[in-house]
């Protein structure tokens, strides 16, 4: 498919291609290829493109211009009036698309309207762009909306007629664009390019300095955010001029340009396997197994369990005497001179080499590898905050569309950041947070980038309410997921969800970040049903006496350590008790823990060294794991990386 350059939600106004066809304006995706502008339906419940709608070729725009505005026209196409916009309590007045253009085509003008005014600028410079070569561009247009028969501007009646205004083409680029039409065209810019400074090409690094810098592979593609950004294209080379613990780093690209980048969207060069659709890294034998079978010749490349620092070929293959199938696993073997081989003695230099050859060569294999299988649809990860250093989000860059839920600082919304990026808005309820704490800490918290922990992207901390913008999980909150009676957990699905929560537990206690409200209500769920850790640390910002005493009615006593509840002590190992709880109400499918017993009874109960009971789901071996979160003592309780060992230990060996 070709590249998407833009991708937002506008109102689009109907064409009225008859005469008699009502007008009317809908919710549409657009999306912006060098080839067509298509509109979808979108289904907002999952935040997803829903069925095709319509498209407009490029090469038949013509035009595209802003429209002016009607006169009087409803509240949802109204600018919003100065303060009135981020109104909380009025939802329809920041569902406003107050901000139309135009993209006309021989069949006529459509009618598209944009939530903020920056975004309709971006549109109209990357149609501009993408157009520049067409060559009925016209010189003059109709700066009014058509509308009953015919133009505002003009009275002219036919949709078709000549434009009544001359297009300022500052800078003559439409002209000049036809003079030198190129049979092919260039890409058009990215956003940020054109306010982007390029830098004369620096000299390469001094031959001892290169060997030190670290060269890396893009395994996603990354358009910047803001103009510090680097872009990046999957599969190129960068050289890291600056490497942290962060999660942004500086970066050079092949042209010499320089950036900031998500360190998570690259990989180091000497372990560029990540590059590869049929490498899938951290995937144990059972889980190869159960994606394999969707798929008769399906194979995965994989690390060893059994061998560090090996690999193994996972293929499924049929046969007319084996209509089941089998899967076989081979180890990649390395000879002393560093070749790689599989079952025979054909030997290469390199893993990817070895993989293609053995595509068309099934040379004692089972079968050839016919079709590389992935554990996910391998989608762009989060990046820490919305470009590198912007933590402070305008909120005039956000679209709301759907309230998902209120917790304890109010309501949650689902919205788009620029029009394209999915983010779960916060609106904190006045008086509900210590808000000067928790902006100082923020800076911090946006730090702290994992693929299991929702990433914090940013703060609007300049109007009231405050807002806190995350990662969106289209599935919402686990406890809800985990009681849906229609959907029926197999053990290992299970398993996993407890092994994503510990894989972001054993990075936040790297961190010595505690969360202190650890509960299956705190994680939330992506459309792929990955499960991550969310709200962390989040507690100590709360003003509701309920909530943070221990004899508070809202305290999470019933995931609370004895030490907690007696002494306030918080540690690593309070986190752990709480993820004991957290596996128990996995396993027992969202039940409430201690369900028989109050508060009070509940902390009884614990403190004279009762725990809770094995759920069905739990195998013996779970139990234990669980079980082994609730010691008496802190220091007796396992960390959160010999939890996630146990666990993946059971990944391997449970079927
Ligand atoms: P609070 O932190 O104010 O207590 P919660 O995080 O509990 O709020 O959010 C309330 C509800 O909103 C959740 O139960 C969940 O359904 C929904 N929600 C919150 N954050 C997200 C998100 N990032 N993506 C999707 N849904 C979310």
Known sequence: MASIILESIFLKRSQQKKKTSPLNFKKRLFLLTESKLSYYEYDFERGRRGSKKGSVDIEKITCVETVVPENNPPPERQVPKKGEDYNMEQISIIERFPYPFQVVYDEGPLYVFSPTEELRKRWIHQLKSVIRYNSDLVQKYHPCFWIDGQYLCCSQTAKNAMG??????????????RSHRKTKKPLPPTPEEDTMVMKPLPPEPAPSAAGEMKKVVALYNYVPMNVQDLQLQKGEEYLILEESHLPWWKARDKNGREGYIPSNYVTATSN???????????????QAEQLLKQEEGGFIVRDSTS???????????????DPQGMIRHYVVCCTPQNQ?????????????????????????????????????????????GLGYGSWEIDPKDLTFLKELGTGQFGVVKYGKWRGQYNVAIKMIREGSMSEDEFIDEAKVMMNLSHEKLVQLYGVCTKQRPIFIITEYMANGCLLNFLRETQRRFQPAELLEMCKDVCEAMEYLESKQFLHRDLAA??????????????????????????????????FPVRWSPPEVLLYSKFSSKSDVWSFGVLMWEVYSLGKMPYERFNNSETTEHV?????????????????????????????????????LGSIVDITDEEP
């Not at 009544?164 to 664009?177: F, P, T």
């Not at 560029?272 to 059972?286: A, G």
């Not at 709360?542 to 809202?554: A, N, P, R, W």
């Not at 234990?624 to 309780?637: D, P």
């Open 607 to 643: 403190i004279q060294g009762l725990r809770l009971y094995r759920p069905q789901q739990a195998s013996e071996r779970v139990y234990a794991i669980m079980y082994s979160c609730w010691h008496e003592k802190a220091e007796e309780r396992p960390t959160f990386s010999a939890l």
């Open 307 to 321: 061998k560090t620092g090996k690999y193994t070929v996972s293929v499924y293959a049929k046969s007319a005497v």
């Open 272 to 286: 560029s396997l990540e590059i590869y659709e049929w490498y899938s890294k951290n995937i144990t034998r059972s």
């Open 164 to 177: 009544c205004k001359i297009l300022e083409s500052r800078n003559g680029s439409l002209k000049a664009g």
């Open 521 to 554: 209500r705190n994680c939330l769920v992506n459309d792929q049903g990955i499960v991550k850790v969310s709200d962390f640390g989040l507690s100590r910002y709360v003003l509701d006496d309920e909530y943070t005493s221990s004899m508070g009615s809202k």
């Open 340 to 384: 790689y081989y599989l079952a025979e003695k054909h030997l290469f230099n390199t893993i990817p080499e070895l993989i293609t050859y053995h595509q068309h060569n099934s040379a004692g294999l089972i079968s050839r590898l016919k079709y590389p299988v992935s554990r996910h649809q391998k989608s762009a990860p989060s990046t820490a």
